[in-house]
């Protein structure tokens, strides 16, 4: 998965529901709309939320 030019390495068959990630971004809003589209195609039910996690600024997802 590439969000913002970068290559992300996720094991999808381990984000069970309950858990979350973490992914960090500068354009928040266009992060969520990439987001949305993949969980959309992935078939999964998520929640998400912009946050600052350790100083760097991101964008949690959970699944439901």
């Known amino acids: 998965m590439e969000l913002e030019g970068v ?3 996720v094991n999808w068959d381990a984000f069970d ?3 979350s990630i ?3 971004c ?3 809003a ?3 709309k990439q987001m949305a589209k993949t969980m959309r195609k992935l078939g999964f039910r998520t929640i998400d ?3 600052i996690e350790d100083g760097v600024r991101g964008l949690r997802i959970w699944r439901t």
């Open 7 to 9: 290559e992300y390495r």
């Open 22 to 24: 973490f992914l960090p």
């Open 17 to 19: 529901p309950g858990t």
């Open 26 to 28: 500068l354009n928040c």
């Open 49 to 51: 939320k912009i946050s």
């Open 30 to 32: 266009e992060a969520r």
